[in-house]
Structures are given as structure tokens and as C-alpha cells.
């Protein structure tokens, strides 16, 4: 098939497309760059041995999506593109809802207007709040989300579908990731944050390389084992592999699709540091610090419904989670260089 990826210079979306040629795909990518550097898309090229089409186009942007829409034929989109900060989210609501929600809105109509019905979103545990089961299966309530960024999941969810019930001819694949961390194996491509990192590994990765003094580890007074938040950690590799297997769905016309890629296994921010020093022989100092607003203290995925409906499990471990990431971060200390 040949597909539209649009936020395909970013972590997520660099690492599919590498998944996608290797299952006999091509793949065309729209990003505006907003967080990522088309350096990612030269090293794919050379880990793929194929050149991707890039457009550097906003999804805001109708005109420019024809432009793309009118010179290739999509059989389906994966649509990555999206702010995806937190903290920054509840600063700037209205960039998050316009970014996401509006941008949405334009690149599914213009989808629907060049004859192309078939969608992968980019979801996010984060639209189950905190959840009312663990472990996490899909019928689960969405829940209340504590930022706008979660918000903009949850609406863009619903918005799928009610598009694909008015219009079965749509197939819709919404599938919601849990903590994506690590990174190819050629330790050439990875997650490139800019500035402080919000997220756990990326932290991590920093304190390890030098960049960073400690690690500030958010609350140890939860309901956990060890009192420290506990995630599902997913490999991107992983994760990557879902959006192949959610294409075959989409190949059978499974109309809507809904599934969580996860791992299924739960483990506290001392566990990833423990982990990741064993690993990789390397120190990771840490203080305890406040809980950070909005936390939860558990959530991980039953993934069960994607192993029986996609035929998809994720095969890496944190051990290897935590030495892909660190291989990626010790050959790229700085991220990707400035064009
Ligand atoms: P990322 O920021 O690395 O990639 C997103 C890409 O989208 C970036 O390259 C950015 O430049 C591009 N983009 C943003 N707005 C755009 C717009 N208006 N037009 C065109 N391009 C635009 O993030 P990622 O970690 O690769 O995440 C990919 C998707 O997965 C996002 O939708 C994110 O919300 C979702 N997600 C990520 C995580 C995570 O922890 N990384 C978890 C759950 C869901
Ligand atoms: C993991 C654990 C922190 C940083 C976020 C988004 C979610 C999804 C994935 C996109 C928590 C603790 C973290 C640090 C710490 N993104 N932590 N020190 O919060 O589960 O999910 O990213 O959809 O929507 O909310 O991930 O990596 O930020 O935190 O102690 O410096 O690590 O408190 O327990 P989170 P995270």
C-alpha cells in the first residue's frame, strides 16, 4: 500500500515508516516540522535503502495537502501529526485544539475528497483519565482528561467516529499507545525532545549522557510497590509494527477499530532506572521531588484485544527498551544537528 504519514519526521511516525518498507510499503510523509528535523527522514532513507517523499506541509494547510493528495494516490494514512506536550497544553490551550482538532478536520476531509476512507490515528492512553480498571482493556470508560492535550485525543476519537458510522465506507483505526520509549537499533534515529524533557526516558537518557545533573523523580508516596508511578513501557519498534498489522485491518475493511499497544506489564520509574543502569553499566542519580500535578499512579494496558483481532504482540522487554534508548542518546548527545 502506499501511505500518507503525516508527522513522519517525528519519533513515532521515523520509526513506522522504517516498519513500512520493511512489509513491502511506501510511504509519503507531510510534516511542518513544528517538532522534528528532516535529518531523521535521511537517516530513514538509509536504513530503508529508500528515499521517502517529504513535503514540508502544515495539516492546516488544504491547499498544500492537495498539492500531495493530487500528485500521489494514498490507499491509507497514518496520521502522527499533532502537538503532543502536556505541561504545554495547558499554557496554550487554543494552539492545542487548533493544531490537533482543526488540523484533523482539514486532512480527513481532504483525505475523503481524493477517494482515500482508510485511517490510523495516533491515540493515547491518556484518554482513559484515571482508569477504573488495571489492567487497562478497551472497555474501559474513557475517562476525565487532566490537560487539553488529553482532551484533544478523546474529541479527535469521537470525531472518527461519528465520521466512520455516517459513512461506513471509512475504515478507522484508533489505537491507543501507552509509554513509547527506546529506539532503532542502529541507534541512528530516536526521540529528539526539544529543551527539558517532559517524559520519563528522555530524562533519563540526559541525566546518564552528562546534560542533566539528577533525575527528579515525581512523587515515591503513590499506591505502588515501591511508591513510584507505574507505566506500561512500550518499545517504538513495537509500536511501529502495531500500525503495520492495524494496515492488514484496514485491508480486511474492519470499518472501526479500537486497540490498546501496550505491553501489558507495569513498571515504577525505579524499576526503569534500575533497569537502565544494569543494562547499560552507566549511573543514573535521582532525588525524590513533589508529585507532579495531573500524575497518576497506575496504568498499564491489557493488550489482548490487538493479540486476538491483529495479531500483534509486543516482543521487547524494558531491558531492551533501556539500551536501545541509551544507544540512540550516547551516539546522539545533542539529538539530530541543526540544518
Ligand atoms: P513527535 O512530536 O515526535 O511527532 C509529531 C510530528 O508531527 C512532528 O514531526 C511535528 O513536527 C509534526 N506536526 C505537528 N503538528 C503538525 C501539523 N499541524 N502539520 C504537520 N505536521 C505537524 O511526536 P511522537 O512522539 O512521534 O508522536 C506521534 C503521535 O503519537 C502524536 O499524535 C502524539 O500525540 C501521539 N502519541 C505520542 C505518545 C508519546 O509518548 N510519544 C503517546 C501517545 C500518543
Ligand atoms: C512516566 C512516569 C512520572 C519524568 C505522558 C503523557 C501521555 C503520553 C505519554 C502522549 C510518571 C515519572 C517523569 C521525570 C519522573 N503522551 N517521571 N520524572 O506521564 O505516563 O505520560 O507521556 O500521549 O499522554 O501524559 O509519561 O514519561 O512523563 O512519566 O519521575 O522527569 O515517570 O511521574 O510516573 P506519562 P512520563
Given at each position: ?8 519526521a ?27 528535523n528532516p535529518e531523521s527522514l535521511r537517516r ?292 539530530y544537528p541543526?540544518n
Open positions: 500500500m502506499n501511505i500518507l504519514v503525516t508527522g513522519g517525528g519519533y513515532i511516525g521515523s520509526h513506522t515508516i522504517i516498519e513500512l518498507y520493511k512489509a513491502g510499503h511506501t510511504a509519503v510523509v507531510v510534516d511542518n516540522l513544528s517538532n522534528s530513514v532513507a538509509r536504513i530503508t535503502g529508500s528515499e521517502v517523499p517529504f513535503f514540508k506541509v502544515d495539516i492546516r494547510d488544504r491547499e498544500g495537502l492537495d498539492r500531495v493528495m493530487g500528485q500521489f494516490k494514498f490507499d491509507a494514512c497514518i496520521h502522527f501529526a499533532g502537538l503532543k506536550a502536556v505541561g504545554e497544553s495547558v499554557a496554550k490551550p487554543l494552539e492545542y485544539y487548533e493544531n490537533n482538532i482543526a488540523g484533523t478536520l482539514v486532512l480527513v476531509q481532504a483525505l475523503r475528497d481524493h477517494g482515500c476512507r482508510n485511517i490510523i490515528f495516533s491515540s493515547s492512553a491518556t484518554v482513559y483519565g484515571n482508569p477504573e480498571i488495571i489492567p487497562i482493556t478497551e472497555q474501559c470508560p474513557k475517562g476525565v482528561c487532566t490537560n487539553p492535550y488529553g482532551w484533544t485525543k478523546s474529541m479527535l476519537e469521537q470525531v472518527l467516529t461519528d465520521m466512520q458510522k455516517a459513512d461506513p465506507e471509512w475504515n478507522v483505526v484508533l489505537l491507543r499507545y501507552f509509554n513509547p520509549i527506546g529506539a532503532h537499533e542502529s541507534g541512528t534515529i530516536g526521540e529528539n525532545p526539544n529543551g527539558i524533557p517532559n517524559n520519563l526516558m528522555p530524562y533519563v537518557t540526559q541525566v546518564a549522557v552528562g546534560k542533566r545533573a539528577e533525575l527528579g523523580v515525581f512523587g515515591n508516596d503513590y499506591d505502588t510497590p515501591d511508591g513510584t508511578g507505574v507505566r506500561d513501557y512500550i518499545h517504538v519498534v513495537d509500536l511501529a509494527r502495531g500500525h503495520v498489522k492495524a494496515l492488514q485491518a484496514i485491508e480486511r475493511k474492519c470499518g472501526l477499530g479500537l486497540y490498546n499497544l501496550g505491553t501489558g506489564h507495569g513498571y515504577s520509574v525505579l524499576d526503569v532506572v534500575r533497569a537502565f543502569e544494569k543494562v547499560n553499566g552507566v549511573k543514573v542519580p535521582y532525588s525524590i521531588k513533589p508529585r507532579r500535578p495531573g500524575d497518576i499512579a497506575t496504568c498499564y494496558s491489557d493488550p489482548s484485544k490487538a493479540e486476538r483481532e491483529l495479531d500483534w504482540k509486543a516482543e521487547f522487554g524494558i531491558e531492551e527498551m533501556c539500551r536501545d534508548s541509551w544507544n540512540w542518546q550516547k551516539n546522539n548527545p545533542d539529538g541543526e
